[in-house]
């Protein structure tokens, strides 16, 4: 099993759930995700995408090319506290 690159951050008790997603999944298993203590990511195709706007996620937001999900979590986190 190849490493998805799929992941959960935990800040001021708020759980995020990040799925890097590449029409090229299998060509984007060795990207650096910035964070110690976390695995090499790798991608998700879009087709096999478990995010879903319903029960279980909410405000799923797609990001753009090259926007860090980590950074974008802070900046959410650091905005809604001021």
Do not use: C
């Amino acid at each position: 099993m190849r490493n998805s690159g799929r992941f959960y951050v935990k800040v001021k008790n708020r759980l995020f759930y990040v799925e890097p997603i590449s029409k090229y999944a299998d060509r984007n298993a060795d990207w650096d995700n910035g964070m110690k203590n976390y695995p090499i990511g790798g991608a998700v195709h879009p087709d096999d995408s478990v995010i879903k706007e319903g029960k279980r996620f909410k405000n799923v937001i797609t990001l753009g090319k090259g926007v860090s999900p980590i950074g974008y979590i802070e900046q959410l986190i650091a905005n809604e506290e001021s």
